[in-house]
């Protein structure tokens, strides 16, 4: 089972309106409201792939109730720490005119040190075959909080994959996790590297693997067996937001089917359903079909 | 007791952001919700100025929940009618660059023929003094539903005050409430006349007495007895979200204590605490010794 942990769920609300004047009033046409967060876009790309899948998150008040409901009506299981804390939302206004999204997003909710510790508490091991982490921190939890599961997860013999920025990339690679990122964020944390070098030196540091995003010129992946780059499938317009969450969602069930998968092949499988999920317009959805077709196609080279 | 009827509760939610982009996302540094709908407004400042108030209106789900708890502790009493639906939010985004302010306003919840029979079938007219309507009508409402409200309240001996604009605004004369408007909707109502002979007309149409806002020009008031115009009390700079339902409020409280009131005097009230509105940067609040200062100082002119 793929265990996905979102420490900051949501609650995504989007309005529609017709024509957004900032300064004006606005009468909201459409309202959509899903759980939200990184970590639930991989809880449901992995579900709609077929995987079992237990979304693991804090949820206090009365939108985290929502949150709750809206999880278990997407058909995600999820075992939830209850907080003190109301859960945040975020609001998305799309402007009608030219589909424009403009997205106000909240903090969340500070995680009290028993809170936290609970989530430890609570955190299946045994039933897990990898633990998936991606999304920002809430207020309240240490700057470490994901090196900090990936060490728990190593202790209790359960691989983790880790989509994180900044200083936490490196932490997240020096404790062994499989590590995902972007060329950006690879950058700011090795420096002016090519993505295949800066992959390299993850691994180096003690990730298990590390793949990384690379916009419009595909992925890499390296592991200490090698390191690979896939090129795009084609170029493909839509929504690219939650495209890397599906990538982490891929990468997620490879580990879980094998500690030790053939990079090369995952890469494959990474591109097409990124491709797949910039195809649809809601984050955490992606188009099966598209992503069948194109997972054969993708073109991986080996350094 | 005043009753306030406000048919579209909201829970209003405003964000501070530092720099609001149209495209762009953001982070949300201050977060601040309560109660809202013009109904409230006039609540929350007829209480301010020491009458007892009962809010009405219709409330669903966990928002409804929210907005009944926080009038709750607003120290407002509340008879408010369960619905199926979800009670509305509207969001209003201010840049913390400028203070402008960008606003979102949900629909709210259909309203079936069953509650709106339960919503006046609850309504405690031995109680009220007076009865004061303003605001949206949610969807599945018929669009006479104030002029409804105001023929019910005569049956029941009880005074309405309603605050409308369009046809309605006519509809409430003719059932012989008190009719609260601008100048925009007054025209809109009864054509290209001063505002002094189209708020003489809304009497003569059947309204018990018309109080219509002249925007900086002051405010106007109409009844059998004559026609009185006051001039506003100095220039205020502020917030003038608010300041009609401040008019409404201290309108509603002069017939709750006599149902005949010195139009004069009620215009004087009226004038101050509309400018004390301005003064305060959220609607429904007032500035209560601007007002105590202005009251006595207001200029009316009888026709």
Redesign the interface.
């Known amino acids: 089972m793929i265990g996905t942990v979102t420490l900051n769920l949501a609650l995504d609300v989007t309005?529609r309106?017709d024509d957004?004047?900032?300064?004006?009033?606005?009468?909201?046409t459409g309202?959509r409201q899903r759980a939200g967060g990184k970590g639930v876009n991989v809880a449901r790309v992995a579900s709609t792939l077929g995987h079992q899948v237990l979304a693991l998150g804090f949820v206090g008040g009365?939108?985290g109730?929502?949150v709750a409901e809206e999880l278990f009506d997407a058909g995600l299981t999820a075992l939830l720490t209850p907080i003190r804390g109301e859960t945040r939302r975020t609001?998305t206004?799309v402007?009608g005119a030219d589909g424009?999204?403009?997205?106000?997003?909240?903090?969340g909710p500070e995680i009290s040190a028993d809170e936290w510790r609970a989530f430890h508490d609570r955190m299946p091991w045994g039933r897990l075959g990898v633990l998936a982490c991606s999304g920002s921190l809430p207020p309240g939890l240490p700057a470490d909080a994901y090196a900090e599961i990936a060490v728990r997860a190593r202790h209790h013999d359960v691989l983790s994959v880790i989509d994180v920025g900044g200083d936490a990339l490196m932490a997240a690679a020096t404790a062994g996790a499989i590590v995902r990122s972007n060329a950006a964020e690879l950058r700011a944390a090795v420096g002016e590297l090519s993505v295949e070098e800066g992959a390299r030196r993850l691994v180096t540091a003690g990730a298990t693997a590390a793949v990384i995003t690379d916009g419009a010129r595909g992925m890499v992946a390296a592991s200490n067996k090698g390191v690979w780059r896939a090129a795009p499938v084609e170029q493909v317009a839509g929504n690219p937001t939650g495209a890397g969450d599906a990538c982490t969602a891929v990468v997620a069930a490879a580990v879980a089917e094998s500690p030790e998968p053939d990079w090369a092949e995952v890469l494959k499988s990474a591109v097409a359903v990124s491709a797949a999920a910039v195809l649809t317009p809601v984050a955490g959805d992606i188009d099966v079909e598209a992503y069948r077709r194109w997972q054969p196609q993708v073109a991986v080279q080996s350094f």
């Open positions: 309005y309106v957004l004047v900032v300064g004006g009033s606005h009468r909201v309202i009365q939108t109730e929502i609001v206004i402007n424009d999204a403009t997205v106000f997003n909240e903090a």
